[in-house]
């Protein structure tokens, strides 16, 4: 029931408008968000990259219906590279096919993505993220179009959906780089598991696909999106069983979520990584972290009555 209404209210334009300017609120948002400036997100960046940890960083915005804007966001993308370059820092981009236009048409997103995807070089990933169940068919159309032609992206799939195991068998001899997450939009029971449980089984089921045989012959680089420790130690261990090295998968994580993790992780020989979100947009974002966890809103009301 709060999940519902806290993802309704990421969707919400008056709320969009009006709850950014609250202080509670933005004090709230600073845990998940280092700042909205790049400079914020790359400085976050440089002290995770001083503790062993990696980062992934993304500029927020979604739901782009300004043809100008969206390619904006292509270009300033570029510019986020040269300075992740100039640093030094291990650092990947994420980024959202409705901030590079697609509610626009997918040949005009096409090309933005395909603007960033060049300017990352072959050696930097540039991550899709899933948004919600509308768009995943074309979602995964631009993927597959994309990683026919460069080996440097990865896609999100989200283990709520019930065809995710079979998109991951669809992807799979294109040697993809695929981001498991559970999902975090609101979908009907029609197309994604109602019950956490399921989408905790499925979750795994996935992970085992991703690990198996067919997807290491393919080349697929696995990356397990998930804060879950339950799930983090079943996938370790079956990793373990089968005989996979530590470093032929990775975790990542979400800035200023299970801090401790993500260190043990990297601590015990795991590629930990942490995605760092930056930028004004960041209302529905947040919001959608409040309904993963209802508990979180504790700190809303903490930092309402703390003034
Ligand atoms: P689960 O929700 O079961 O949480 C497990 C534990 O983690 C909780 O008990 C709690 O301790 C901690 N936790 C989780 N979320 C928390 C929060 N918000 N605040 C505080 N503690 C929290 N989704 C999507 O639909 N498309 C996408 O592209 C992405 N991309 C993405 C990238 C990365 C790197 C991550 C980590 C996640 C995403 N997600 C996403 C979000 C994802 O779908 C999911 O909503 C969250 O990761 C929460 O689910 P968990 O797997 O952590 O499990």
Known sequence: ??????????????LRERAPRLPFVRRTASRFIPGEALDDALAAAAILSRSGIATV??????????AAEARQEALLYG?????????????ELSIKLTQLGLDLGATRCYE???????????????????????YVDITLELYRRARTRYPNVGVCLQSYLYRTAKDLAALTPLGPSIRLV??????????????????????????????????????????FATHDSALIDQIKLHA???????????????????????????????????????????????????AERPANMFFVLRNLVGG
């Open 79 to 91: 510019e986020v590279l040269g300075r992740i370059r100039d640093a030094g820092l291990p650092t």
């Open 112 to 134: 933005n993505l395909a603007r960033i995807i060049e300017n990352a070089g072959t050696s930097s990933t540039v991550w899709i993220d899933m948004e919600s169940s509308a």
């Open 182 to 223: 559970k999902g975090a939009y609101p979908e009907p029971a029609n197309v994604a598991f109602p019950r956490k449980a399921d989408v905790d089984a499925n979750y795994f089921a996935v992970a085992r696909q991703l690990l198996g045989r067919q997807s290491q012959q393919a080349g697929l680089r696995a990356a």
């Open 240 to 290: 373990q069983t089968i005989g996979m090295a530590k470093s032929a998968f990775e975790f990542q994580m979400l800035y200023g979520i299970r801090k401790d993790q993500q260190m043990r992780l990297g601590h015990e020989g795991y590629c930990s990584k942490v995605l760092i979100t930056y930028g004004s947009a960041w209302f529905p974002w947040f919001m959608r972290r409040m």
């Open 57 to 66: 960083v993304t500029h927020l915005g979604e739901n782009i219906t300004d």
């Open 1 to 14: 029931m709060m999940r519902s209404v806290l993802l309704a209210g990421a969707q919400s334009p008056w």
